[in-house]
């Protein structure tokens, strides 16, 4: 919505009138100093013809002349008019009350998706007592599901794009009520990233007791605009009024899909290899969590609150991984030291989804890298609902789901068929396995070998190898064993003539890929692939006896 002032601009516009038409100084009038004004109370003289003549009649009128008292008398007028259609303007705002700011509406109410505009008259005049805060990751919530698993009467105040700050303030106006007896709050690390703050418009005059400030509001002709869009507009264009029920829900708007993920993924290291440069200190985001978080519990010793770490797809903590490392720990270190100060707290719980697979691994539940469909918002409050121990943190379990994230994250592969698994691979030599990891996998298209890059391989083949950038060509050197391949080129050159390998190396968003099973063959190991569970690949290199 924007800030505007019909009343006002139209003052603006007529003194603006007067004083071009009639030269007069509207301030020092106002001031009165009419003796200095009456000699501007003439009107604009024509203008002169080439001769220097006026146009017309070069006398003036006298009965166009106009006098102080006349003037004086025709601004007293013109303010008490204004002041009058003020007084117009501001109780007919009162009484529509498009965003039910004052009170709920005597009509059939319409609801602006303009959460930081709208919340606030929700949070003032509605009856409930449980309230929904947090980012878009909370948006597709459905009230009637939480109140089922919550055993209360919600009401949702999400704030799409929004930080620790926008929280606390319209989770205050709730809170102020004194109605809320309990809180389900998406506590996103995004959120207490003060320093990354988007410039936002964001009406405080809507959160603050000052009524004086509400011209803001009274004088806003955007608010009329959305009124005639929601109540006239909509239905004419065959659309049904929002529902309290679905306001913010985006669940039906977007498109879900593993496709459309893993799109992202294959470019969100690249497209978000920027956001590591300027990464605010661990300290900053604590601050924001005390000053916006913690105070407000603290506050509220008798309100519940239940605080959840919102589940991103694996990839989007892949990513943060490969790109961002000191974003990636700090967000870890985040939810173990966020419990350490809510632990010392009775009216607080927490839960954390992050590490559930069955979810975060299934793109199909996403539109994005982090953003996942109203299913799992109702998985969500259910298993808060119930208190679901896999999910709640305890002292006992707190370190747990970092190390479970940690485990998770070690060789992640996007299959051809767009699903997400991890690939447990091994070396074994003699009587020694030992775990290899690579920082980027990718499966061949009948998902028989894996693709590593070529680097990482050397390094783990204990070999050595040289790089011919003209020729685009790879030799290995491994005891008394050569091996030649080429970029594009299933055929490889060994010490015993040309062989083929059934796949070929391959660039890949920069870096060189090269078939792991098949390489480690070509130097005496046994590769055996295997599909033990749906979301693991185990690979066990083998040396020759």
Known sequence: MEEGGIYCGS??????????????????????KEKDVVQHLTPVPAPENSNGEHKGNSQQDPKKRITAKQSKRFFGQFFVSAIIMACIVILLTVVLDPLQFYHKSFYPAIYSNEQRYQNPGLAKNYDYDTIIIGTSMTENFLPAEVNEALDGETLKLSIRGSTADEHNAIASIALDTGNVKQVLWGLDYFSLKMGSKEEIDF??????????????????????????????????????????????????EVTFGAEKVAKVYKTSHQSEAYFGLNEEPIETV??????????LVK???????NFY?????????????????????????????MFEQFAQLPNVNVYDFQEESEWTYNLDLYKDLSHHNQDVNTWIVEAIGREDAKYKVTQDNVKSFTTLMEEQLENIVVT?????????????EGTQ???????????????????????ELTATLGAEMVWDQEAKSMTFNRGDRNVVLHVGSTTVETSDGSVEMAYAPELINGTTMIPLGSVFELFGFDANL????????????TASK
């Not at 604590?286 to 105070?295: E, G, I, Q, R, T």
């Open 416 to 428: 051809n068929e767009f699903k997400v698994i991890n690939a447990k691979i091994s070396m074994v």
């Open 203 to 252: 009406p405080e005059y809507l959160y603050d007791d000052k009524w004086w400030n509400d011209y803001n509001y009274w004088f806003n002709y955007s608010i009329y605009e959305e009124l005639f869009k929601e109540a006239v507009l909509r239905p004419l264009n065959g659309n049904a009024p929002r529902q309290l029920e679905y306001l913010y829900n985006w669940n039906r």
């Open 299 to 305: 506050e509220y010793p008798d309100v519940e609150f």
């Open 530 to 541: 295997e599909h033990p569970e749906e979301q693991l690949i185990r690979m066990t290199l």
């Open 11 to 32: 003052i603006y516009y007529f003194a603006t009138l007067l004083q071009q038409n009639y030269r007069i100084p509207v301030f020092q009038f106002l001031a009165g």
């Open 433 to 455: 396995t030992t775990p290899l990891k690579f920082t980027h996998l990718n499966v061949t298209e009948d998902n028989q070998d894996i693709f590593v890059p070529v680097k």
């Open 286 to 295: 604590k601050a924001a969590f005390n000053d916006y978080v913690l105070s």
């Open 309 to 337: 770490y919102p589940p991103y797809s694996v990839l989007r903590q892949k990513v943060w991984q490969d790109t961002n490392n000191t974003r990636y720990h700090n967000q870890l270190e985040m939810k173990e030291w």
